[in-house]
């Protein structure tokens, strides 16, 4: 109680030195939490956030939580005792992250979040979010187009715990339910994994040989599940991903899987550090807090244009 | 008017977010504060329920105020669409992306295309015999221009993603049961007919491609 006490009353301290506009040194610290790196989306915001904060003069503490909200504490931690500015952070869930944003929010570290929304407003500064239910709508459409609006196929859902597989599924029935011809045969989590959709892959495909078409919460899973159809000479199943990696574009550009959505991973890290910035200098980024941004339809009519998370014209 | 309607609809979804709210925030700052509790989507029927609740008296009122006829706006839109998007449309903040734009027209169906459940008719307002807008006919209506043309609803007030997009599929289902469930879809090609929808576009040259609140036909 006597240490919540005291947090609390330095909290409330730096927020009122926070308060005050100030300019940005070049010692200034910037904290960047992402999940792990070896998904190449999550790497791409790192490298816009680092690139973009350091282009504006700050110095960078790149770190990973690995999507477990303990390690994001501890990160936070670390932010925190390392006298962060700011902090952008593609978190770790939407429940598990509130304390920790407000952790730092009670030190006077504004922190800036990416890709996904947690679920209280008024603590972090802003929420770029991903629009990951009308990206997954963009999918769907171009999948219900490509399936002649009729016949068998079968879902692959992300990991449970991340927000974003249930939304992203959401999307996709909302738009694929509307179509009675269309027939899902199987449902199964490969938890965001692609030797998982492998192995999901070549089950689903013993049990359903019908099968039309295979949408998929993500990309990774997406090559697992074509892999997997490739081994069993089945390049005529049609395959629609989500997250715009340059695998999935290069698949697609060699008429593997069909389609993919991008979310502009690389230009939203680059915005959260901008809105940091002059949040920093001014005491308010003139935007709401929470801001959504709109996904794009990648298939072989745009996959040359993409490049790391961003579309180039 | 955007202020109250934002309210009554937070508080009729028991989304505590409220947009702007000072009592949150401040509660917030006060320490344990369990201000929001976020997470929670309305039914989809509660949504129906809100936006027939507000479809006469602000979705329609909204579009009758603000449509721009087409005519005006695809010149403007090629010449400059940032500068006709400050002057006639709705772009919700912070996302880059496209420009909501509010029209209506009156014009002659050249093309349809009713194989499809996402069916279209191609209206050519300036009578040279081609389409110059692509109107959804439904049942499956694309997008999401209806709900992200009206300018008193916004993101922040919402609890999530799937919230807010419930709000744009009650909005399409009402506009499609309104406008476009009595059409008679049987020779569409070379009948009349007044529009007021909406469409995005974040470029010019882009498909206009229109989520109608209002279609009927007017006799030749």
Known sequence: ?313 | MPLPFRLTLALALTLTSLAGCKLVKNVDEAGEGSAAGGSSTAPANDMDAQVAAMWDDQVMAHFNDAATDLATLLPAIESDIEAAGEEYAYRPAGSGGAWNFTTQFTGTIVAADTETRAATADVDIDGDGAGDATVQLGPVLRGTALRDALPFIDFTSFGDQIAFAQLSRSLNTRAYDGALAPLDRDDLEGRQVRVTGAFALSQAGGEILVTPVALEEIAP
């Open chain 1, 1 to 313: 109680m006597t240490f919540t006490r005291r947090v609390l009353l330095a909290g409330v301290a730096a927020a009122m030195m926070i308060g005050q506009p100030m300019a940005a040194s070049a010692a200034d610290l910037i904290a960047i939490i992402t999940p792990s790196h070896d998904n190449p989306f999550f790497k791409a915001e790192a490298e816009g956030a680092q690139a973009k904060a350091e282009e504006l003069g700050y110095e960078t503490l790149v770190l990973v939580h690995d999507d477990d909200p303990n390690k994001q504490s501890q990160l936070f931690d670390t932010a925190i005792a390392r006298g962060a500015k700011a902090i952008i952070l593609d978190n770790a869930g939407a429940d598990a992250s509130v304390a920790p944003v407000r952790r730092a929010k009670e030190a006077g570290i504004p922190s800036f979040l990416i890709d996904r929304e947690i679920s209280e407003t008024g603590i972090a500064v802003s929420q770029i979010v991903s629009n990951n239910y009308q990206g997954a709508q963009l999918g769907a459409e171009e999948f219900v187009s490509l399936m002649g609006e009729e016949g068998q196929y079968a879902e692959l859902l992300g990991k449970e715990s991340d927000t974003n597989a249930g939304i992203r599924s959401s999307g996709y029935h909302d738009v694929i339910d509307q179509y009675p011809d269309l027939e899902m045969v199987a449902q199964q989590s490969a938890n965001w994994s692609q030797t998982e959709a492998y192995e999901r892959m070549e089950s689903i495909l013993q049990a359903n040989p019908e099968i039309k078409g295979v949408i998929s919460g993500n990309d990774t899973m997406a090559m697992g599940a074509w892999a997997a159809l490739e081994a069993a000479g089945r390049t005529d199943v049609i395959v629609v991903g989500f997250d715009g990696s340059n695998d999935v574009r290069d698949s697609i550009k060699a008429g593997g899987i069909k389609a993919t959505v991008l979310q502009p991973a690389y230009r939203q890290a680059e915005m959260a550090v901008e809105q940091a910035d002059q949040y920093l200098k001014t005491g308010s980024t003139g935007l709401d807090e929470k801001q959504l941004m709109d996904c794009i339809l990648i298939n072989a009519d745009n996959a040359d244009a993409l490049e790391t998370f961003a579309l180039t014209n």
